[in-house]
């Protein structure tokens, strides 16, 4: 039920923005993450908007370069990414939380639905 879009091969330094869209209902009720898996390493948490849009979490590595927003008329959140480094090349995965009209969650367990991810490779 959820779909992602956007990735890609950029340089360090350069911008992606990434999509996600909703198939199921009640899109609107929901907190949606973003996390990312590198080769080798956990899962970890990226960012996360809550259900109105009115409030939002960042993990400390990609504070004040990505951004994360939602459109609930269209069941879509995004992830524009700016000041891309190769530290952030990974599989990105959008996910809806399991419980409704929460805040912006951070851990891996809060989520129900995950996407199947989409690659972003940053280059030096």
């Known amino acids: 039920q959820l779909v992602e879009s956007g990735g890609g091969l950029v340089q360090a330094g350069g911008s992606l923005r990434l999509s996600c869209v909703f198939s199921?209902?009640?899109?609107?009720?929901?907190?949606m993450g973003w996390f990312r898996q590198a080769p080798g390493k956990d899962r970890e948490f990226v960012a996360s908007?809550?259900?109105?849009?009115?409030?939002?979490a960042y993990a400390d590595s990609v504070k004040g370069r990505f951004t994360v927003s939602r459109d609930n008329a269209k069941n879509l959140v995004y992830l524009q990414m700016n000041s891309l480094e190769p530290e952030d090349t990974a599989v990105y995965y959008c996910?809806?939380?399991?419980?409704?009209?929460?805040?912006?969650?951070?851990?891996?367990?809060?989520?129900?639905?995950w996407g199947q991810g989409t690659q972003v490779t940053v280059s030096s």
């Open positions: 996910a809806r939380s399991s419980s409704g009209w929460a805040p912006p969650l951070r851990a891996y367990d809060e989520y129900g639905d």
């Open positions: 199921g209902r009640a899109f609107g009720r929901y907190t």
């Open positions: 908007i809550n259900w109105s849009g009115a409030d939002t």
